[in-house]
């Protein structure tokens, strides 16, 4: 059975913090990783990583994947408290868009 | 671009009635799929289609729930009979797939919040 596990569960941080979200996969026919931001309603999309070792960025969020290790991480830096949110990691299995989800890490910036 | 689009947007019924939650996917993606969110086990997959047909059901978690796709743009989830264990919140979310692209990101909609009391 595939597996993506989240952690930490939860996280509370401070305005201006920088915060690293890890995610760790056991599945078969990897595909891809990509990872969420659900606010109130919707998962929203980041990220999709395909091959190992080059970061992909957006802003103050950056992902990076480790095939061999079998593992992802998110940065957010200078963290805001618009960035308060359920980050989810999720891997592509198969050929379809089929997606294995993690529980999420719950995030919490304060001011 | 109006984006997956579910209803209704909030259900509470009865236990025993049926419930039918419906979705129409973005234009031109070729596959849907309905997940169950709770606080409990996160998002789960309940089943999906390709180019309207279903491919993988496992996720159902009984026969009281079934899916259907008709048409490239209109789903729906039904649940017959619903019980309380069913409350959750229900995704569509569809996308573009190809054997020479592989998948791209699914755009999820706003979700159905099922009360079943």
């Known amino acids: 059975e595939d597996k993506v596990v989240q952690s930490p569960l939860s996280l509370v941080v401070h305005e201006g913090d920088t915060v690293t979200l890890n995610c760790s996969y056991e599945?078969?026919?990897?595909?891809?990783l990509l990872w969420y931001k659900q606010e109130k309603k919707a998962p929203t999309f980041l990220f999709m990583l395909t091959s190992s070792g080059i970061e992909k960025k957006s802003g103050r969020l950056s992902s990076i994947l480790d095939k061999k290790e079998l593992f992802s991480i998110l940065n957010i830096t200078a963290t805001q408290t618009g960035d308060s949110a359920i980050y989810l990691c999720?891997?592509?299995?198969?050929?379809?868009?089929?997606?294995?989800f993690g529980t999420g890490t719950r995030l919490q910036v304060t001011l | 671009d109006a984006g997956v689009i579910q209803s209704p947007r909030h259900e509470v019924t009865e236990m025993g009635q049926e419930v039918t939650l419906r979705c129409k996917p973005i234009?031109?993606?070729?596959?849907l799929f309905w997940y169950r969110q709770t606080m409990m086990r996160g998002l789960e997959l309940l089943i999906y289609?390709?180019?309207?047909?279903?491919?993988?059901d496992s996720g159902m978690p009984e026969d009281r729930f079934s899916a259907k796709m008709p048409n490239a743009s209109f789903s729906t989830l039904k649940i017959q009979p619903s019980e309380p264990r069913d409350s959750a919140v229900y995704f569509c979310?569809?996308?573009?797939?190809?054997?020479?692209?592989?998948?791209?990101?699914?755009?999820f909609g706003n979700g159905t919040r099922l009360t079943v009391t």
């Open positions: 234009s031109g993606h070729n596959s």
């Open positions: 289609f390709n180019n309207n047909v279903p491919i993988d």
């Open positions: 979310a569809s996308s573009f797939s190809s054997r020479i692209r592989g998948a791209w990101p699914l755009h």
């Open positions: 599945v078969t026919n990897f595909r891809s």
């Open positions: 999720a891997v592509n299995t198969g050929t379809a868009s089929k997606l294995t």
